[in-house]
């Protein structure tokens, strides 16, 4: 027999779908990408109004409200020493071309609600906020607290989780609407590298190149100029004559070309779901290259091996799988093309050792590589029988019948940089993908999902008050 709590909670969920979807519409309205800073809006206005919006109506429904600074919000009700804690994020990744759907329109078709950030991770987030409503009105005389944490920058930097953890207090246990069901008990570290080296001079010499917005997204657009002499230069035009990939255009002017290429954004955890434009070009360029300058523009290409060969770091371990790496930015400023590599690595491996093996390999190359390291977020890894582990995998399986287990990604979430936290499912087949175009989530998904945190919470709120007890 479900428990009754449970049950009231969930039937105050199926009463309030209606509000819930429209609540999620307007929040998905706001275009909250990361913007130049303005006073008490670290990342810029749009970002602001997410989070006033979030807390106005957590504040209108009876929650005590708190306001970082603009980086993150929060809304909590409870009482008690345990605090169980859900971080969700309102900030989005650009859009990028091809949509067919308005990226902030939030339109409504088939069942589904299209937008930039409705299964990342608006969509999440108000319905963790919702199940926490449900709780409030039907459950409220909780001997602990839960709060709603509202993050700004989640996409590009987690500045603002930071700024919590400095002036806030740690969950007993946590949550991060942000992932596969049941939940995630491991993320990959995170290494963003710059590869540096001078821009390849010769019979063929590389002008310029430019393509990428974030490195955690696989470029879809990418654009080359090279130029070429002598044989180099015939050479080059057989190769963009005979080129057999059709998103690899070509345009001549003297002895210039300029190529241009189109490819598939994904998630830069998931590289080998898109299609990376820059790539394609530098897989070109070194099919076109002159023999005296092969094996640069192998190895330039190879630095880019979505394995991370070219880097000397592949590898895998048992809990968590083979190390990914995705080109996310691609630039040259005359003298110098860069390359920031978006690496995601096992979550039983050593950081620091990641990072020398890499510098030595490049230092064995010709060329003068050299690699500048401008994040590394270590792994997050919980055991399977950890008691919040098991606690939302059991809660999962009560609702859906389902019995997956948890797993490990390579995707990187709030829950990494929170203790006693863990990153949990929050979307249905269908819905997503996130940081794709025409990203999307059902009305009926987003009703289900807050049913089961619903039930979550109610279990969640009675092991912190246990882990609390006399404390």
């Known amino acids: 027999m479900k428990d009754p709590v449970v049950v009231a909670v969930q039937e105050w969920l199926d009463e309030h779908q209606d509000e819930m979807v429209e609540t999620l519409r307007t929040l998905l309205r706001i275009p909250s990408l990361e913007e130049d800073p303005l006073p008490n809006s670290p990342f810029g206005q749009a970002n602001r109004d997410a989070l006033d919006y979030m807390l106005g109506l957590a504040e209108q429904k009876g929650m005590t409200i708190k306001d970082l600074d603009g980086y993150i919000g929060y809304a909590e009700f409870g009482q008690g020493k345990g605090m169980v804690m859900s971080l969700g994020h309102l900030d989005v990744v650009p859009v990028g071309p091809g949509w067919k759907h308005e990226p902030f329109g939030a339109e409504l078709e088939d069942g589904y609600i299209y937008s930039r950030g409705a299964s990342d991770d608006k969509g999440p987030t108000v319905a963790m906020f919702f199940a926490s409503l449900a709780v409030k009105e039907r459950f409220p005389h909780l001997a602990v607290r839960i709060r709603n944490v509202f993050g700004c920058n989640e996409e590009s930097g987690f500045k603002c989780i930071a700024h919590y953890v400095e002036r806030e207090e740690i969950p007993t246990l946590g949550v991060a609407p942000d992932a596969g069901w049941p939940c995630v008990h491991g993320e990959k570290g995170i290494a963003d590298y710059i590869v540096h080296r001078p821009l390849p001079k010769g019979e063929m010499s590389l002008v310029s190149i430019q393509g990428g917005q974030r490195p955690n ?64 070009i530098l897989r070109f360029l070194k099919e076109a290259a002159p023999v005296s300058q092969e094996q640069e523009y192998e190895d330039l290409y190879d630095v880019a091996h979505i394995a991370g060969n070219g880097l000397g770091i592949a590898g895998s371990d048992e809990p968590s799988g083979p190390l990914t790496l995705n080109l996310g930015i691609i630039s040259s400023d005359g003298n110098e093309v860069s390359l920031l590599v978006n690496i995601r690595y096992p979550v039983t491996w050593d950081d620091g050792e990641l990072a020398q093996k890499a510098s030595a390999h490049l230092a064995g190359l010709a060329g003068g590589y050299r690699l500048e390291t401008t994040k590394d977020s270590h792994p997050l890894y919980f055991p399977l029988d950890h008691p919040l582990v098991k606690t939302i995998t059991e809660v999962y399986e009560a609702e859906t019948g389902d019995d997956r287990k948890p797993r490990t990604m390579g995707g990187g979430t709030y829950a990494r940089a929170i203790p006693n936290t863990v990153a949990i499912g929050c979307a249905w087949p269908g819905d997503g993908p996130a940081h794709e175009t025409d990203e999307r989530i059902s009305v009926d998904g987003l009703l289900k999902t807050a049913k089961i945190y619903g039930h979550l919470l109610i279990r969640l709120s009675r092991e912190a008050e246990k882990l609390t007890a006399g404390s």
């Open 217 to 280: 997204i696989v470029i879809d657009q990418c654009q080359a100029v090279v130029e070429a002499s002598g044989a180099a230069l015939d050479l080059l035009r057989t190769k963009a004559s005979e080129a057999w990939d059709k998103n690899l255009t070509f345009g001549w002017e003297g002895n210039r070309l300029t190529i241009k290429a189109s490819g598939k954004a994904a998630h830069g955890s998931y590289p080998y779901g898109g299609d990376n434009a820059a790539i394609k």
